[in-house]
């Protein structure tokens, strides 16, 4: 079974300071493993993802990850927030050899909070 | 969401009713996905697609149906409304493999049961 666990249900930054959204992972193969984030009433948006080589993968509006294979992490980083950052945001994995539906599952999503 | 439409958008219906929320699709993915969006529980997979008329079920699949008749719709059925059902519901869709981004997902419906 494949599964996620994003253990902060909010966090608190202030603008211009660095941020970081916690994700760890339990796949039985290798992980696929991707970042959404969610405005207000908005569907989920891709962010960014990693299915295989440089353990830092960088996404849009400036957001990075860092695939961490020996702690099972894959933390959600960006150097310096803004207050439009503020959003739901969630990790989401698939086991490589997990051919059942191509299936995602989603950890329970982290709120981000950039005060100005 | 450019490609993937969920209507209506938001349902106010009563206790005991039939419901249906419709995704479709413009992408002709195989991939197909209900889920369902509450507070303290994130995102939970209620049925998924894999192909016309291939379903399977998900986590909290009770009280819900599904149906895919074309590549391009995936209906979602509540078959007698309960307030436990009360919920922001989402359809995504997917390649055969997440190469790119995963899931692309709708807007999403906002149902309310009374």
């Known amino acids: 079974a494949q599964s996620v666990a994003q253990p902060e249900d909010q966090v608190n930054v202030a603008e ?3 941020l970081t959204v916690k994700c760890t992972y339990s796949v039985s193969g290798n992980p696929y493993l991707f970042w959404y984030v969610q405005y207000p009433n908005r569907g989920l948006q891709f962010l960014l993802k990693y299915i295989t080589g440089d353990n830092l ?6 957001f990075e990850a860092e ?3 020996s702690q099972t992490s894959f933390h959600l980083k960006k150097p310096s927030a803004l207050v439009s950052d ?3 945001y969630f990790c989401a994995v698939r086991d490589m050899n997990n051919n059942a539906g191509n299936m995602l599952t989603f950890g329970g999503g982290t709120r981000l909070m950039v005060k100005p | 969401d450019a490609g993937i439409t969920q209507s209506p ?7 005991g009713t039939p419901v249906t929320l419709r995704c479709h699709q413009t992408e002709n993915h195989r991939y197909m996905y209900w889920y369902r969006q509450d507070p303290g ?3 939970r997979l209620i049925h998924y697609s894999y192909g016309v008329k291939d379903t399977d079920k998900g986590e909290v699949s009770d009280g819900y149906s599904v149906s895919r008749s074309k590549t391009e719709d995936f209906l979602l059925t509540l078959e007698s409304a309960t ?5 922001v519901y989402f359809c995504a869709i997917s390649e055969r493999v997440p190469t790119n981004y995963g899931y692309t997902f709708g807007s999403g419906t906002r149902l309310t049961v009374v």
């Open chain 2, 41 to 43: 529980h994130g995102l």
């Open chain 1, 67 to 69: 695939f961490n294979k």
């Open chain 2, 9 to 15: 958008r938001h349902k106010v219906t009563e206790t």
């Open chain 1, 86 to 88: 503020s959003a739901l």
């Open chain 1, 57 to 62: 993968v960088k996404g849009s509006y400036g």
């Open chain 2, 83 to 87: 307030s436990s059902q009360t919920s």
């Open chain 1, 16 to 18: 211009g300071n660095p």
